[in-house]
């Protein structure tokens, strides 16, 4: 053979190996039409995707239309369901080797696998059943894949050569406890205190750095620094430039996501505050960008005594039913309450026996198991975990801890969510059935962890907003208060009790008319109970207050698009009005800009420059005023830095002198800082977007980014497998974009609403839902990202329930039979 055909040759293999590789994995894409056979089956069962792609699964039984939503769970979002149940069990490693490894320990240490098994044999007769025919429509797919000639599994499978292991019906438990963990935030600010202690920080220049809720009135934090032995003045360090990419906990101990990264919006109005006179209800959970969205839209039919029964709303896939949305009765939504369910305790060890620790009684054994965790092409790691009476012994630098903990201590986690009897899914499932809203606050009652504040409506007008879970009770002179890590051998700080389910917060057609959560403090001074300290920021929730409580006109659907869309932002007008005349008094720089801030209406509009501006001037400001004091614990705070912050030591209310440079012989002022901040901020805004400020845009900086997992950790994949596209909002809007100053992209948007909902109680079908990306999982389908547009325009899809509206202009339709019967 000549050189002229080798090199032919050669050119054509090149050419055809990635063409039938595409041609591959096309091959796994999912139809929307087709017909199939499941074993299980008592009835046939049709799914119609209408235009949208919403699958509309019409059934004759409701274990019929779980088998079904598992088989179609399976076909659209295995790969996501793949990782909720491999990361809960800690067996990353398994996939991805050593470098998951860190993740795996700390996921094995919680336990999850054990909890998830246990609590199954716990639910209620009807619970399993649902979850079981669940399984089987998961399991009739894998089954459907392995019979198939080519490979059915999305792309993520074949690169990374991973098989799934048949589904069983406990894994969908470990789905809520996943869920549980990514929206349980109070064990962060227990551990930043105990950093800043350790620091030798006083308990007023703690408060400085994790704000209290200004409606909130706490005790005393406890001087931390004479409970543990740390040093009562400030451990200064060399004042450096920190990278924008660290992280706390550089040693790794964490989810592939950030823990506690959650907020979100709900409110329901009753029809004394609308013009159509009948309930509206909103809700946008927000969670940690990803594609595909955490959620996936469905409707599910089915009988039930003759009589039709539908169910309509945002599922999670891996979980049965719908999780947030609607059936013919009632509507709800959820936003997480930041209920205070964790406490870390320091448990002081035996010199000379490091398996025991002190107790009041004396010294007492650590339980100790050793598992293995497998690691693809390397040899098992052998884990052990020990667990005292509070709880798992963590990872001893999970979160940076071990400069914080004193020589001779671990520290163990108690956490409501850590129980072989955990009900919470009975009450998922009971509430997709209620018919009222006092039938649905009864369904609740099984509610374990997480706590959430739902609010909820029915078709005779009432409404209501309850926040079910176990709530603990603490001594009452526990004056810590789940606010940071205590001395496990003190009776003092071991939990009392829990709350009955007459004692939960709780509310049924308030005179108002309206009833509304946002993550902050949602009960009054006069609950009689402690739910937390720790809120999230109080700006979203003073903003629903103002624009849907306070307003004075009727409320209509576009009002509820309006505010679940609102881009205002109260704190950066604040920071505005206070870091403004700084500069107009002093310096003749940059008029135009100046005269354009003032101007400002407070939008996160994503075409304007000025929403760029405050939030780099914002960002520069936290810079030069904390990490002189903070060093590598600055990371602690900076990833969803608290703007309340920096406002309270401009204000000049701070315990300490924060604005002045402790490694400079001068005594610098918050006016020189805050002129510092501009002058840095502004460079770095200009060698970022270019010279001229007036075609700075906002939205090209607050990247919506809708990170595949793990695809976007991977350069050239992260192109395909993410969806990034500029949105509006910010981290103090309702219309939430929450930002990360750690990150090498401070400005991308990484939380924000996975799901948006109105329901419309005048007439439900008109209700309307998006979530953040696309129905479907697999990068190939049209139907990957296409709902992200519409999301990032604050547009929505239809949630119909009606056949006549969802089978037109459908995209296809299936049909399930009984493969022994039909």
Request: negative net charge; contains cysteine; glycine residues 6%.
């Amino acid at each position: 053979m000549n050189i002229k055909k080798i090199v032919w040759l050669v050119c054509f293999l090149l050419l055809s190996i990635p063409i039938a590789g595409g041609l591959y994995l096309r091959c796994s894409l999912t139809s929307y039409q087709g017909n199939q056979q499941l074993a299980d089956l008592q009835h046939s069962v049709s799914v119609v995707y209408d235009k949208h792609a919403v699958p509309h699964i019409e059934a004759k039984s409701l274990l019929d239309a779980a088998r079904v939503q598992g088989y179609v769970h399976a076909q659209h979002r295995l790969w996501q369901m793949e990782m909720f149940r491999m990361t809960a069990q800690g067996r990353l490693s398994e996939i991805f080797g050593e470098k998951t490894l860190q993740t795996d320990i700390f996921l094995r240490t919680l336990g999850f696998k054990r909890y998830a098994e246990k609590s199954f044999g716990v639910l209620q007769d009807n619970t399993r059943a649902v979850l079981e025919a669940y399984t089987e429509g998961i399991n009739a797919y894998l089954e459907f894949h392995e019979n198939s000639l080519v490979s059915r599994l999305s792309p993520e499978f074949t690169l990374l050569r991973h098989q799934p292991e048949p589904w069983q019906p406990w894994h969908s438990l470990l789905t809520v406890k996943l869920m549980d963990l990514t929206l349980s935030a109070n064990m962060r600010p227990e551990i930043n205190r105990l950093a800043f202690a350790a620091r030798g920080l006083s308990p007023e220049e703690i408060n400085d750095l994790i704000r209290y809720a200004p409606d909130d009135n706490p005790p005393a934090l406890p001087d931390l620094r004479k409970i543990f032995g740390f040093p009562t003045s400030l451990q200064t360090t060399k004042k450096t430039v920190l990278p924008p990419a660290v992280q706390v906990a550089q040693s790794g101990y964490k989810l592939p996501w950030p823990i506690g990264v959650s907020a979100s919006n709900n409110w329901v109005v009753s029809g004394q505050r609308t013009e159509s006179g009948f309930p509206l209800l909103t809700n946008d959970p927000h969670l940690g960008l990803t594609t595909p969205s955490t959620f996936y839209l469905n409707h599910l039919s089915y009988q039930q005594d003759g009589k039709s029964m539908n169910m309509t709303g945002a599922s999670i896939p891996s979980i049965p039913l719908v999780l947030l949305g609607r059936n013919d009765q009632i509507a709800w939504g959820f936003t997480t309450s930041y209920l205070d369910s964790q406490d870390l305790f320091i448990e002081k060890l035996k010199s000379e026996d490091v398996n025991q620790y002190l107790t009041e009684h004396g010294w007492q054994n650590f339980e100790q198991t050793v598992e293995n965790i497998n690691i693809k092409n390397a040899e098992p790691y052998a884990l052990e975990i020990k667990h005292s009476r509070h709880g798992p012994v963590l990872p001893e630098d999970f979160q940076g801890m071990k400069e914080s903990v004193p020589e001779g201590h671990v520290v163990a986690l108690q956490w409501t969510s850590l129980t072989e009897k955990d009900t919470t899914l009975d009450a998922l499932v009971g509430i997709t059935r209620a018919t009222s809203v006092e039938h649905f606050k009864q369904a609740l009652k099984p509610m374990v962890s997480p706590m959430q504040t739902i609010v909820v409506a029915d078709v005779e007008g009432n409404i209501g907003m309850i926040a079910p879970s176990q709530i603990v009770v603490r001594h009452p002179e526990n004056q810590i208060k789940g606010r940071a890590p205590v001395p496990g051998w003190l009776p003092l700080y071991a939990w009392q009790d829990k709350l009955e389910h007459a004692e939960w917060p709780s509310w049924e057609n308030p005179e108002q008319g309206v009833l509304f959560s946002a993550n902050y403090k949602f009960v009054d001074d006069d609950y009689p109970h402690h739910l937390s300290y720790d809120w999230a920021r109080q700006y979203r929730h003073y903003r629903i207050q103002a624009i849907i409580q306070g307003s004075s006109q009727k409320h209509t659907v576009n009002s509820m698009l309006a505010g679940v869309t609102d881009d205002y932002s109260p704190p950066l007008v604040l920071l505005r009005d206070a870091v403004l005349p700084v500069l107009q008094q002093s310096t003749d720089d940059e008029p135009e800009l100046l005269d354009a801030l003032q101007q400002w209406d407070g939008r996160m509009n994503m075409t304007r420059p000025e929403p760029l501006v405050m939030m780099g001037w914002f960002k520069q400001l936290a810079d030069h005023i904390l990490i002189d004091e903070l060093g590598d614990d600055f990371v602690r705070i900076n990833r969803e830095l608290d703007i309340n912050i920096v406002l309270n030591i401009l204000a000049g209310n701070a315990a300490r002198d924060w604005c002045d440079d402790l490694n400079t012989t001068y005594v610098e002022s918050c006016e020189w800082q805050i002129h510092a901040a501009f002058k840095h901020s502004h460079q770095d805004l200009q060698q970022a977007y270019g010279a001229n400020w007036q075609q700075w845009q906002w939205g090209k900086a607050h990247i919506a980014y809708n990170e595949h997992r793990p695809f976007a950790k991977v350069e050239w994949l992260a192109k395909w497998f993410n969806t990034e596209l500029e949105s509006g909002g910010g981290p103090y809007t309702l219309l939430r974009g929450q930002t990360s100053f750690n990150a090498a992209d401070p400005f991308y948007n990484r939380a924000g609403a996975a799901y948006r909902a109105v329901y419309d109680f005048a007439n439900l079908e008109q209700s309307l839902f998006i979530q953040n990306t696309g129905q479907s999982g697999h990068v190939m389908s049209p139907q990957y990202k296409d709902y992200a547009h519409y999301w990032a325009q604050g547009d929505f899809v239809p949630m119909w329930i009606k056949a006549e509206n969802y089978q037109t202009d459908s995209l296809g339709k299936w049909t399930f039979k009984n493969r022994n019967y039909n």
